[in-house]
């Protein structure tokens, strides 16, 4: 810090001594110019001295009241160019000894419920009979491929079987593919609780956040059948901390979240699937919950929780409810959709300063402090 000051003195001090020269050209203009008149009127530029020598004292006390309000202000930027090299440099450091925030704006993409079901295709293709040939000869159904296409990633099953017919070869595959039916969820209720932290040294604002969720989807069919449910995790999120998903009171082991926690069960006729999701993390600027297609909502509460004012994303879903304590404290946004039919998103925006813009203005409001002082004092005098 020190160091910085002094470079910044000396770069003020360079300044001022850039101003020598052109001070030094104004005097020297006026003296020619007072020597010019002495040579034409000596009376008059005797007078003139003399007038100066008269009021030489208050010419001082007014150079000297410039000369500490000049030294002020160079103090002041000196101050200020130095405390935003220093914010600068800590914040383009590649060593730090506090920690920085890990998140930034994050997004959390609305889970989502799936039936799944298992279908049966069928397809034939009649060729030659030459084709039983050139099969046989290569071991290898390679020559159909063009005509059958890849039966996919999704295949259960697969049967094959050539039949010989008196057209030709008559060649039939029947695939089994497993198929994802999506289903609304009854009811969904996320809390996210955000407290806002203010990290000393000039590092960004963030938040800390408090993630909890719980859904409910049921099974359609008047007979058993397989659910699936897909919790996506949140983007821009950083470290998750505490995260917990249970299904029907089970706690969901954590393995390949690549696409988010995943869990998939038996569900009887009729039968519905309670989860309860949870975790902790680090954020900035924004928070959103993302619809993840347009769906038909049965019943759906977001409360979100925050100690600083948020302003709310063009185009996205306006609170239904919003409470504002009086005497401050956090405040309580709320979204409650009941048969709605949407694809908007929650998105919450948070307006914050940073420590250099702040500092920054406070250095310029105390200059103009400075020059509004220096000049009410001989008001006041008077």
């Known amino acids: 810090m020190v160091q910085t000051a002094l470079t910044v003195l000396l770069g003020a001090l360079r300044a001022l001594l850039d101003l020598a020269l ?16 002495a040579l034409i009127d000596r009376d008059r530029a005797r007078r003139a001295l003399h007038g100066l020598g008269t009021r030489a004292p208050q010419l001082g006390g007014w150079a000297l009241a410039a000369l500490l309000l000049g ?12 405390v935003d090299l220093r914010i600068a440099a800590q914040q383009s450091a590649r060593y ?39 099969i046989r000869v290569d071991n290898s159904l390679d020559s159909l491929l063009p005509y059958l296409g890849s039966p996919g990633d999704t295949v259960q099953d697969l049967r094959e079987n050539f039949t010989r017919t008196p057209e030709g070869l008559r060649y039939t595959r029947e695939v089994v593919m497993q198929s994802q039916r999506p289903l609304d969820f009854d009811r969904g209720v996320v809390r996210a609780d955000l ?68 869990w998939e069960g038996q569900v009887p006729a009729g039968g519905s699937v309670d989860v309860q999701v949870a975790y902790a993390h680090q954020g900035s600027r924004a928070w959103s919950y993302q619809l993840s297609r347009r769906e038909a909502i049965r019943d759906l509460d977001v409360t979100v929780t925050a100690d600083r004012p948020a302003k709310f994303q063009r185009y996205s879903l306006f609170p239904t409810s919003q409470t504002r304590p009086t005497l401050g404290g956090p405040a309580t946004l709320r979204w409650q959709l009941k ?38 004092i001989p008001l006041w005098a008077c």
């Open 22 to 37: 052109p001070t030094a050209l104004v005097l020297a203009v006026l003296a020619l110019a007072l020597g010019g008149l």
């Open 71 to 82: 030294g002020a202000l160079v103090t002041l930027n000196v101050s200020r160019r130095a």
């Open 96 to 134: 730090a000894n506090a920690a920085d925030p890990d998140g930034g704006q994050t997004v959390q993409v609305a889970p989502s419920a799936a039936l799944l079901e298992s279908r049966t295709y069928t397809r034939s293709l009649l060729r030659p009979s030459d084709v039983a040939t050139s």
């Open 195 to 262: 407290r806002f932290v203010e990290p000393a040294g000039g590092r960004g604002t963030y938040y800390t956040a408090a993630f909890q969720a719980s859904y409910r989807f049921r099974n359609p069919l008047s007979t058993p059948a397989t659910l699936r449910f897909a919790f996506p995790l949140p983007g821009g999120s950083g470290t998750l901390s505490g995260f917990t998903l249970t299904v029907n009171g089970q706690a969901l082991s954590a393995s390949d979240l690549l696409s988010g926690s995943v």
């Open 339 to 376: 048969n709605a039919v949407t694809a908007q998103d929650v998105a919450v925006v948070f307006t914050q300063g940073s420590v250099r813009e702040t500092l920054t203005k406070v250095h310029l409001a105390q200059g103009l402090a400075v020059v509004l002082a220096s000049l009410l």
